[in-house]
């Protein structure tokens, strides 16, 4: 894995000249900055590659909260956990715009070096960046609606103000390419060197198209279910991953500021990690199901205020003690403090070593709180939950629903050892979950696509949790009522276009909040979330 930072400090050097302090002029910047004659193009695909993965706020303060995966009594995390406009953090509401962008602009300069250079010996270098473009261009549409695809990153074109696609138009672009790019991986052509997902590893990156594909495809299922099905079964009979050790995820290095995981860095602040808890939805499902995973993804804190602070100090493990935070309260001392909860268990310590939240469980120190943890792109469990809700639609799949369920079931429990040791769950307790936990007939699609939210919630992959949430309806969650909400008490179904479109690009951004039903809101729906 050095090897691969190497390639993101220099590349962060000699591209220098092609970032600005606003992300979103990425989208207008000119991709020749860099020599194109000079430059290795691998060193692009990993800087893209971490930049996409390491979303830490822009995930942690509307998407974990908001899908009750955490909760948190915290200021700021009242944006997803209360939905109020809290602590002037409403710019994290445009950050999967504007990283995205920054990310793309990096995959676009690398297939310009490689395609400069010498297509042949870089064709897997080209190959992998468009499967990722494909994966960044999703998450940015699925985010917002209708945003720059045909016209984005033209600034040498001289397009600086890129008009919106509608999302439809980008969706029926987006498979054919990623058809495409799939297709022109070749084992035969050399290794692509900075890829930090797989190596460069061919069969690997076929498996992940596949998968990515199923992931689109499902996306449709309430605006297009033929063209879902028709993509879907494609993908299957394509291969897809096939196994929880095919997941695709970026391993980040502590030694760097830079290359450490921002999720755990943002929950490693004081304030974030003394009052940032498991949400009280999540562990009473794990709790209702038996479920394994509630003994090792969480903790107990060690009594006492000086305690819960400290981040070196694991807490209690066991299953029996675990206890969930009710999302939509504070420590303001009014009618909406925690300690004023009927069900609310008490502090810990004593006096000034009062801890309020000591007895609500937080994601276990010694599993979660790493600057290298690696971060989830997607998984084989969550491939095999969509296979199975497909299978249930009646779709040919190869497999039953019962099978990719009980699949995607034990991939999800075994991925936990991923993150760490730690979290590793026996063969003896997986094996009898799985079997205790078959897909029943009466409603599939609930059942599947509650394991798809508690597997993207363990794994800490809440924006695609959000996203299949939306898409699903499940779980059916219960939104909070918090005084000064801006949703209605509605749980937020998109985020807002960033501010800065307002200047740089205004009639690109009208045509975007033209399409939204209700306009440019938390609460409008983009196409496919009818």
Same mark, same amino acid.
């Given at each position: 894995m050095k090897k691969t930072f190497i390639y993101i400090a220099l590349a962060s050097v000699l591209l220098a000249p092609?970032?600005?302090?606003?992300?979103?002029?990425?989208?207008?910047?000119?991709?020749?900055?860099?020599?194109?004659?000079?430059?290795?193009?691998?060193?692009?695909?990993?800087?893209?590659?971490?930049?996409?993965?390491?979303?830490?706020?822009?995930?942690?303060?509307?998407?974990?909260?908001?899908?009750?995966?955490?909760?948190?009594?915290?200021?700021?995390?009242?944006?997803?956990?209360?939905?109020?406009?809290?602590?002037?953090?409403?710019?994290?509401?445009?950050?999967?715009?504007?990283?995205?962008?920054?990310?793309?602009s990096r995959l676009q300069q690398a297939e310009l070096i490689a395609n400069t250079q010498d297509p042949t010996r870089f064709k897997n270098v080209i190959a992998i960046s468009n499967i990722m473009r494909v994966l960044i261009f999703q998450r940015i549409t699925d985010t917002y609606g209708d945003v720059p695809y045909t016209e984005a990153l033209k600034a040498a074109e001289g397009i600086t103000a890129p008009k919106y696609d509608k999302q439809q138009a980008i969706y029926s672009d987006l498979l054919p390419k990623l058809e495409a790019a799939i297709n022109s991986l070749d084992a035969a052509a050399p290794k692509a060197t900075g890829d930090?997902?797989?190596?460069?590893?061919?069969?690997?990156?076929?498996?992940?198209?596949?998968?990515?594909?199923?992931?689109?495809?499902?996306?449709?299922?309430?605006?297009?279910?033929?063209?879902?099905?028709?993509?879907?079964?494609? +993908? /299957?009979? =394509?291969? %897809?991953?096939? #196994?929880? &050790?095919?997941?695709? $995820?970026?391993?980040? *290095? +502590? /030694?760097? =500021?830079? %290359?450490?995981? #921002?999720? &755990?860095?943002?929950? $490693?602040?004081?304030? *974030?990690f003394r009052e940032v808890r498991w949400s009280k939805t999540l562990i009473d499902f794990l709790r209702a199901q038996n479920d394994p995973r509630l003994g090792v993804i969480g903790e107990i804190p060690q009594p006492g205020a000086v305690n819960n602070a400290n981040q070196s100090l694991t807490g209690n493990t066991s299953a029996a003690v675990q206890v969930g935070m009710p999302n939509g309260y504070d420590l303001s001392g009014g009618a909406f403090d925690i300690r004023k909860h009927p069900q609310y268990p008490g502090g810990t310590g004593t006096g000034t070593d009062m801890a309020p939240l000591g007895n609500y469980s937080r994601p276990r120190v010694n599993v979660y709180m790493k600057r290298n943890a690696p971060n989830f792109i997607l998984t084989y469990a969550q491939t095999e939950f969509l296979l199975a809700e497909a299978a249930s639609r009646g779709w040919n799949v190869g497999a039953s629903a019962a099978?990719?369920?009980?699949?995607?079931?034990?991939?999800?429990?075994?991925?936990?050892?991923?993150?760490?040791?730690?979290?590793?769950?026996?063969?003896?307790?997986?094996?009898?979950?799985v079997t205790a936990n078959p897909?029943?007939?009466?409603?599939?699609?609930?059942?599947?696509?509650?394991?798809?939210?508690?597997?993207?919630?363990?794994?800490?992959?809440?924006?695609?949790?959000?996203?299949?949430?939306?898409?699903?309806?499940?779980?059916?969650?219960?939104?909070?009522?918090?005084?000064?909400?801006?949703?209605?008490?509605?749980?937020?179904?998109r985020m807002i276009y960033p501010a800065s479109e307002i200047s740089n690009n205004p009639s690109g951004l009208q045509s975007g909040i033209a399409s939204l039903q209700g306009g440019d809101l938390l609460t409008s729906r983009v196409w496919w979330d009818k």
């Open positions: 092609a970032c600005s302090e606003d992300h979103l002029d990425e989208v207008n910047t000119n991709p020749n900055a860099a020599n194109a004659s000079q430059f290795n193009p691998n060193f692009l695909l990993t800087d893209a590659q971490l930049s996409f993965s390491n979303t830490g706020y822009a995930q942690l303060l509307y998407q974990a909260t908001g899908i009750q995966a955490l909760a948190s009594t915290y200021n700021y995390y009242g944006n997803g956990d209360k939905y109020v406009n809290a602590g002037n953090f409403t710019d994290y509401q445009g950050r999967i715009f504007n990283d995205g962008y920054t990310a793309l930090i997902l797989y190596a460069g590893d061919v069969a690997q990156w076929k498996k992940f198209g596949y998968s990515l594909m199923v992931r689109l495809a499902m996306r449709l299922t309430k605006v297009d279910p033929a063209t879902a099905q028709s993509w879907t079964e494609k +993908a /299957a009979a =394509g291969g %897809t991953l096939a #196994s929880y &050790t095919d997941n695709a $995820l970026v391993k980040t *290095d +502590a /030694a760097n =500021g830079d %290359t450490q995981n #921002s999720t &755990t860095g943002a929950l $490693l602040t004081p304030d *974030d099978q990719h369920f009980a699949n995607g079931l034990r991939g999800a429990l075994q991925s936990l050892s991923q993150i760490d040791a730690a979290a590793a769950i026996d063969e003896a307790s997986l094996a009898a979950y897909l029943s007939p009466a409603n599939p699609q609930k059942q599947i696509n509650e394991q798809y939210w508690a597997e993207t919630a363990t794994t800490f992959n809440f924006i695609e949790g959000w996203f299949n949430w939306r898409r699903s309806g499940y779980p059916e969650l219960v939104p909070v009522n918090y005084p000064g909400n801006v949703t209605n008490a509605t749980i937020p179904r």
